[in-house]
């Protein structure tokens, strides 16, 4: 059984920064999985965010390319998603993910306000 469970969410301001963590627990080796961030508003469907695989590789969408930066932790079995330059667009419930095989695993979200 893995969990996961998200940190660092709140309201900030247009412009400003925020670095949101995620820990995973259960039986698992965390540092062969790839681990993802992804949003979601409501009435909307999730939405890719980063990416960081186990060799460190990275891939963000368009719309935060620049600004965001995914970094994992492998002895404290965490991952790191540090928001930059935040615009009201950007608000949402941020999720984090590990892929195990075909699967993901989510955790319950953290929520992310940016006030214009």
Partial sequence: QVQLVESGGGLVQAGESLRLSCVASGSLIFGLYTMC???????????????ITSLG?????????????????????MVYLQMNNLKPEDAAVYYCAIEIGTRQYWGQGTQVTVSS
Avoid: C, L
């Fill in 37 to 51: 961030w992804y949003r979601q508003t409501p009435g909307e469907q999730r939405e890719f965010v980063a990416r």
């Fill in 57 to 77: 590789n990275t891939n963000y969408p368009d719309s935060v390319k620049g600004r965001f930066s995914i970094s994992r932790d492998n002895a404290k079995q």
